[in-house]
């Protein structure tokens, strides 16, 4: 089991930023990425970045690129996000997730963009950007 708790959510002005921060615990040493997604009412979740945990790569939506960083910090289990030059339609609910399951063979991009590739996930924190 792993558990994810997210915190920096809040209200911020277009062309401000702020830092997300989701900490794992539990069985963490077998996490194989993790990523943010996000949610606004009535819609699809929606991939937002993702890090593989071992290697450090990263992964982004377009929609994000350039603006959003994600990292991580292996000895506090913890994963970032740190959002820059936001945007009103950056406004949402912000998960966690976390993928405890080693893939076999070549992995795609799309497999760290997918929501069914994650096995856990966080109860969210809310992130307001007035216009």
């Known amino acids: 089991q792993v558990q994810l708790v997210e915190s920096g959510g809040g209200l911020v002005q277009a062309g401000g930023s702020l830092r997300l921060s989701c900490a794992a615990s539990?069985?963490?040493?077998?996490?194989?990425?993790m990523a943010w997604f996000r949610q606004v009412p009535g819609k699809e979740r929606e991939f937002v970045a993702a890090?593989?945990?071992?290697?450090?790569?990263?992964y982004y939506a377009d929609s994000v690129k350039g603006r959003f960083t994600i990292s991580r910090d292996n000895a506090q289990n913890t994963v970032h996000l740190q959002m820059n030059s936001v945007k009103y339609e950056d406004t949402a609910v912000y998960y966690c997730?976390?993928?405890?399951?080693?893939?076999?063979?070549?992995?795609?991009?799309?497999?760290?963009?997918?929501?069914?590739?994650?096995?856990?996930w966080g109860q969210g924190t809310q992130v307001y950007v007035s216009s």
């Open positions: 539990g069985r963490t040493s077998i996490t194989y990425a």
């Open positions: 997730a976390a993928d405890i399951d080693v893939p076999r063979g070549y992995v795609p991009d799309s497999y760290y963009s997918r929501p069914k590739t994650y096995d856990y």
């Open positions: 890090i593989y945990w071992s290697g450090g790569s990263t």
